[in-house]
């Protein structure tokens, strides 16, 4: 038994032995030689791998960089640029990689995949962002918001409410005072129309600045020795264009626009007047009907019938730039319902022109207009979808019907050429034009119908290349 164990031992040992030598033991690092550490990892291997983290994270950030300018120009001038740039790469994930067999597509495609990770780093970033500064400013708000806690005597409360006052009315005096010195050494008389509280309102737009405030008022004071303000007699010939109608729920004056109707309807030449209309309008409102409370007006601004090829551009900016610059400050609301949705790409480019603040006051009302302005207005017109049965609305509702009646009456007995010249030159006293709204939904059937060819065409190609891999 002894002898059988040690021979066991013996052997055991043996193969110990061997399987040590084909196997690696870990041990100390003191114990790798420095050959034998450049045999495992080379140098060069090393400075490669360096050198290519380097120049991906530097070629990272550049994308980051160049997409960031992007969407910051984008975001002041075309938003559209950056939601479509965020849009393409929906053609990088599995369902759409088919496109990339399509020879047209495979170059945007590949691009798309290389921004990938900086713009989704870069959205990312700028949505976190974005809700915090969100939170910071209802933080700020909801601070702005809380009651202070009252002092334990009534006496030094209203103290300090009469010092603030105090120091409030020798800020407004020294102001004043330093702009009616500046326009007695310059020797400007203000008309009897600009007042201390039209004063205050230019005061405002100009965010304190006294030089800015000098030009504004010389500015105005100009164009109102150069512009006719028409009269209550000759605005009644525009009165089926552009009145007033009521108020809102906060007892401001209501403007309604036509635009829509008066682009149809009225020649090129006539446009001036038509803006020469509005602004006369609301320089009687701002002088007979404002309340003291809240001395600002809302408008209406119905853009149905509408045509992307006669959108008034030049008169828009025209009129814009007229109110902002001479009525600062008495835009509440600006409601813009029934806009072609062709048309609304083109009001972008017009929207860029006005200031940041009239911006705010801007709502575009797609289909749910009507409730819109049920909400907002005390009385909503006739032809808008309201109950209201005012002059100005039966006799737009009147001519509506009139119309309607010829139409009819001209499709059953069938009128020869010179009707139709005659029917195109009374077209321009018509409330609503048929021939703008079909060649609207010409335009956009063409779009769609091009949409769904090309998307065709696509799928055509790549099941083309689909069977000829799979033959091969």
Not at 141 to 147: E, F, I, L, M
Not at 179 to 198: C, Y
Request: aromatic fraction near 8%; charged fraction near 20%; glycine fraction near 4%.
């Amino acid at each position: 038994m002894s002898d059988s164990n040690n021979n066991v031992h013996s052997v055991s040992t043996l193969s110990g032995g061997k399987t040590s030598k084909n196997t690696l033991v870990a041990s100390s690092p003191g114990s790798i030689s420095p050959k034998t550490f450049k045999h495992m990892i080379p140098s060069k291997h090393i400075i490669r791998l360096r050198k290519g983290s380097a120049s991906h994270t530097i070629s990272f950030l550049l994308k980051v960089v160049a997409l960031e300018a992007v969407r910051r120009i984008s975001k002041a001038r075309c938003p559209f640029i950056w939601r479509a740039i965020q849009a393409l790469q929906v053609f990088g994930y599995p369902p759409f990689k088919w496109i990339q067999r399509w020879e047209p597509l495979k170059f945007i495609v590949k691009g798309v995949q290389n921004f990938s990770r900086p713009l989704l780093f870069l959205s990312v970033t700028t949505a976190l962002s974005e809700h915090f500064e969100s939170c910071n400013k209802t933080d700020d708000t909801s601070d702005d918001s809380q009651p202070h806690p009252e002092s334990p005597r009534r006496s030094s409360t209203s103290e300090i409410r009469c010092s603030d006052e105090i120091v409030k009315d020798t800020a407004t005096e020294n102001w004043l005072v330093q702009l009616f010195g500046e326009l007695e050494k310059q020797g400007i008389n203000l008309p009897e129309r600009i007042n201390e509280d039209e004063l205050r309102r230019f005061y405002g737009a100009a965010n304190g600045d006294l030089s800015c405030l000098l030009s504004s008022l010389k500015k105005t004071i100009r164009w109102r020795e150069t512009f006719h303000i028409l009269t209550l007699q000759e605005l009644e010939t525009w009165s089926h264009l552009v009145f007033w109608h009521g108020f809102d729920v906060l007892l401001r004056p209501c403007l309604v626009i036509r635009l829509g109707h008066a682009c149809s309807n009225l020649v090129p030449h006539d446009r001036p007047r038509f803006a020469q209309a509005i602004v006369s309008q609301i320089e009687h409102g701002v002088l007979h009907l404002v309340n003291e409370e809240d001395p600002r007006i809302t408008v209406v601004m119905d853009c149905q019938g509408l045509s992307p090829f006669r959108f008034p551009m030049q008169m828009m900016r025209s009129f814009s730039a007229i109110v902002q610059d001479h009525y600062p400050n008495r835009l509440g609301t600006l409601f813009v319902v029934r806009l072609p949705p062709v048309v609304r790409v083109i009001a972008q480019t017009f929207i860029q022109v006005l200031k940041p603040t009239t911006k705010q006051k801007m709502r575009f009302e797609g289909e749910a207009y009507q409730k819109a302005l049920n909400d907002f207005l005390q009385i909503v017109p006739a032809f808008l979808g309201g109950k209201c049965s005012c002059s100005q609305c039966s006799q737009i509702l009147s001519a509506k019907v009139k119309i309607q009646a010829n139409e009819t009456s001209k499709s059953q007995h069938g009128q020869n050429d010179d009707m139709d010249e005659e029917s195109a030159g009374t077209s321009l006293t018509q409330s609503d034009i048929p021939l703008n709204n079909n060649c609207e939904n010409v335009l956009r059937a063409a779009i769609v119908a091009f949409l769904m060819l090309w998307i065709f065409i696509a799928f055509l190609a790549g099941m083309s290349d689909g069977e000829s891999l799979s033959s091969q």
